[in-house]
């Protein structure tokens, strides 16, 4: 590959995160020295059957592993920090990031066998040269303690990376945005505003996390039997809010789902939950009354082994859900998982389990930790920046914050595809060239691309089916006992049991017509049983089954 980034110029690379939700990773490069930022996960959908978790491919920071100064890690979400235990190899750099981050992360890379990462905790608002970059970490709110943003001061020229943030004027943990902040960084000529697009569709404010708790008060007011609440596992404040409200109304609190564990255990250990009453185990349960009782769950977004997926189909051992209970879903869904949402909505009805989203009640349930509009409007009125590239988000977020963005007076913007090479400065920010980008695929214990062939053959399984077929033939090409076929996924109008008489049949008569050429060569001869096998239930049931054959020629 040709060198793209040139000694003497500054450039921002989203390698994934924009185009989609999740798998964030982003690089800026100066002076040829690279600086990344963030490294997440996305969720698989029905594209990538068997597989739950997608990475962002790293290659080209594999690549130049040598020019890599660092990776910043902005909080603690898993679109933003999934990553990095499973693709450690490929960085190997220091990481950079604060407290709760680094607590969530080492947990990380102790589950994946993952020694010797280097991590520094950083020290918001005071400044940090990293190679060609100054670096200065903004605190601001989110719904995970100890975000911030990053504004990166180079030879070139500044950018202000956001992160994800809002504007809660009352976080129930950690620290507000702060308006001086940012008014400050707007007097240092910021040549790109580089921001989250996730809400950039949605007028006014995100609102406050204080008001939640006050919403799940009313709303365990309501609830006679167990309650159940849905949410994000990195959600701090959201399990003290659940927290508070429970101890109002008199019920204790189960965590259920290992991921609620580790991330209570890193808050305790940062000392971000120390006014909270302990939670109690899952061994509690058979002693408390289901009226007292607030269980915590994972599986906000319908993940098929999450707890609350577990417990809506009857599989969870020692939970149940049943008429009267409730559970309240205190989180968005994520674009693209609304199906496996619905798939456990739809199981917890059929048991009589009363159901409540954001969209159900008057009380506030949930916030979101993303700017709205009037957010995004105020930060750019702040940083005022010369260019604004949105990122994190689909392709109708990115464009909704650069078409706000020029309603701000914004001079310009860039709204990039995964890949794009913007060059920032000299110049007006432009993109100028692409690179490959991709994502990879957490198969059991592989990394695989998600074009590698077997998720492919899984995705044709579930369209076309499959036929096999195997036999035993003598030197004469008679068949020996009888021929083997099994298929998955094919029906006929006249019975399954007729498709492989059809078969049956069909490979005798290939076998009578094989040409002189092949009759000694197992392999051609099963290449041409294969090609007529397929050519034949595609003519008969109008599918192109996965066709596999297998032929044992004997000497007798």
């Known amino acids: ?319 149940s859900l049943n008429k009267g209970d409730t559970v309240i879903f205190s989180a968005r869904a994520i674009p693209g998982n609304e199906r496996s949402i619905n798939a456990v909505k739809n199981n917890l009805s059929a048991a009589g389990v009363r159901i409540i989203t954001p969209k159900d009640t008057k009380n506030t349930i949930h916030v979101s930790g993303h700017p709205c509009r009037d957010e995004i409007s105020e930060m750019l009125q702040w940083v005022k920046p010369a260019c604004v590239i949105p990122v994190h988000g689909e392709r109708l977020q990115l464009d909704a914050q650069s078409k706000l963005a020029q309603e701000c007076q914004i001079k310009s913007t860039v709204v990039p595809n995964n890949g794009s090479v913007i060059r920032l400065a000299p110049g007006a920010p432009t993109v100028v060239d692409h690179v490959k980008t991709g994502l990879l695929a957490v198969d059991m214990a592989r990394i695989i691309p998600v074009n590698h062939q077997s998720i492919t053959a899984r995705r044709k399984l579930q369209y076309s089916g499959t036929v096999h077929a195997s036999l035993v033939l003598d030197q004469d090409l008679n068949i020996l006992g009888h021929i083997k076929i099994d298929t998955v996924g094919l029906s006929c109008e006249r019975s399954d049991d007729c498709i492989i008489q059809d078969l049956e049949e069909h490979i005798e008569d290939v076998l009578d017509t094989l040409d002189e050429d092949i009759i000694h060569d197992e392999d051609k001869i099963a290449e041409t049983i294969r090609i007529s096998m397929r050519r034949y239930v595609s003519d008969m049931l109008r599918l192109k089954p996965k066709t596999t054959v297998h032929v044992t020629c004997l000497k007798i």
């Open 1 to 319: 590959m040709h060198n793209i980034f040139k000694s003497n110029e500054f450039y921002f690379v989203p390698l994934g995160g924009s185009e989609e939700f999740g798998a964030n990773l982003n690089l800026y490069v100066c002076n040829d020295e690279f600086l990344a930022i963030d490294c997440g996960i996305g969720f698989a959908d029905e594209r990538y059957p068997g597989i739950d978790l997608l990475l962002p491919d790293p290659w080209l920071l594999d690549k130049n592993k040598d020019k890599l100064k660092g990776l910043v890690i902005t909080h603690a979400h898993e679109d933003h920090i999934g990553a990095v235990a499973y693709l450690w190899e490929r960085f190997e750099c220091p990481i950079y990031t604060t407290r709760f981050t680094a607590a969530v992360l080492r947990k990380k890379f102790e589950q994946a066998g993952v020694d010797g990462a280097i991590i520094h905790i950083i020290d918001l608002n005071k400044t940090f040269q990293l190679g060609a970059f100054s670096l200065d970490f903004i605190p601001v709110s989110h719904s995970v303690p100890d975000s911030f943003s990053v504004f990166i001061q180079t030879p070139h020229g500044n950018v202000l990376h956001s992160g994800d943030w809002n504007l809660d004027p009352a976080p129930v943990t950690g620290l507000k945005t702060e308006e001086s902040a940012f008014r400050a960084i707007g007097e240092k000529n910021v040549i790109a505003y580089v921001g989250d697009s996730t809400n950039a569709q949605v007028n006014g404010y995100s609102g406050s996390e204080a008001d939640t708790a006050k919403g799940l008060i009313k709303e365990f007011k309501k609830c006679k039997g167990k309650i159940a609440v849905t949410t994000f596992s990195s959600n701090i404040g959201r399990m003290i809010s659940i927290a508070r409200a429970a101890q109002d109304v008199g019920r204790s609190v189960v965590l259920i789902g290992r991921s609620l564990h580790r991330m209570v255990g890193c808050a305790h250990e940062c000392g971000l939950m120390n006014d909270i009453p302990d939670f109690l185990t899952e061994d509690d349960l058979g002693h408390i009354a289901d009226e007292n009782l607030v269980l915590i769950v994972t599986g906000s977004q319908g993940e098929h082994r999450a707890a609350l997926a577990k417990i809506a189909r009857g599989e969870y051992r020692s939970v």
